[in-house]
């Protein structure tokens, strides 16, 4: 079992930051592939990000590109999602999710792959 805990979420402004932590606990969580979804009212849960867990990969949804940044600790087993540039479509909850093996490349984006999910942490865009 690997238990997921989200924190940093907040209402901010848009053009502000935020930085999201999950902090992952239970078997082996350093050995994860991690990821980042998002849920917005009314839309289905969307793909964010994913981080290998060497960190020698990482992946992003184009609608987040070159704006949010995820990086890892394994010595705190904790994952960072950086925001910048927050735009008002940004607000969602945001979830962190982990795999329970090995993930294939190609299904790292598709959210049937993970098996652990946090509870979510709410991230609010101002205009």
């Known amino acids: 079992q690997v238990q997921l805990v989200e924190s940093g979420g907040e209402l901010v402004r848009a053009g502000g930051s935020l930085r999201l932590s999950c902090a992952a606990s239970g078997r082996t969580s350093s050995s994860y592939l991690m990821g980042w979804f998002r849920q917005a009212p009314g839309k289905e849960r969307e793909f964010v990000a994913a981080?290998?867990?060497?960190?020698?990969?990482?992946y992003y949804a184009d609608s987040v590109k070159g704006r949010f940044t995820i990086s890892r600790d394994n010595t705190k087993n904790t994952v960072y999602l950086q925001m910048n540039s927050l735009k008002p479509e940004d607000t969602a909850v945001y979830y962190c999710?982990?795999?329970?093996?090995?993930?294939?490349?190609?299904?790292?984006?598709?959210?049937?792959?993970?098996?652990?999910w946090g509870q979510g942490t709410q991230v609010t865009v101002s205009s």
């Open positions: 999710a982990a795999p329970l093996g090995t993930v294939v490349a190609g299904t790292v984006r598709n959210d049937l792959t993970y098996d652990y």
């Open positions: 981080i290998s867990r060497s960190s020698g990969n990482t």
